[in-house]
Nanobody, 115 residues
Framework: QVQLVESGGGLVQPGGSLRLSCAAS????????MGWYRQAPGKQRELAAR???????IYADSVKGRFTISRDGAKNMVYLQMNSLKPEDTAVYYC?????????WGQGTQVTVSS
């Protein structure tokens, strides 16, 4: 089992920034990818950003140029730097790890963008 703990969410004004962190622990052997997904009220969960072994990054069109995903392999951490936040970025953000064909999810952290 892999345990994931997210942190860094909160309330921020439009145009502001937040940095999300996710710490992975437990049975970590060979993580293929780490990513951030988000789910707004009444909507389906969607990919925000993902980083794959080797460093390839994938971003949703809606966050390109504003969000940056990074990973510290030695610490089994993944980060999401979110800049120029918009009200439509309001959602619960979930960390996901993919290892040996299994997806592991964190509990989520709330991000609210509002004036």
């Amino acid at each position: 089992q892999v345990q994931l703990v997210e942190s860094g969410g909160g309330l921020v004004q439009p145009g502001g920034s937040l940095r999300l962190s996710c710490a992975a622990s437990g049975s970590i052997f060979s993580i293929y990818s780490m990513g951030w997904y988000r789910q707004a009220p009444g909507k389906q969960r969607e990919l925000a950003a993902r980083i794959i072994i080797g460093g390839t990054t994938i971003y949703a069109d809606s966050v390109k140029g504003r969000f940056t995903i990074s990973r510290d392999g030695a610490k089994n951490m993944v980060y999401l730097q979110m800049n120029s936040l918009k009200p439509e970025d309001t959602a619960v953000y979930y960390c996901k790890v993919h290892q040996y064909g299994i997806d592991y999810w964190g509990q989520g952290t709330q991000v609210t963008v509002s004036s």
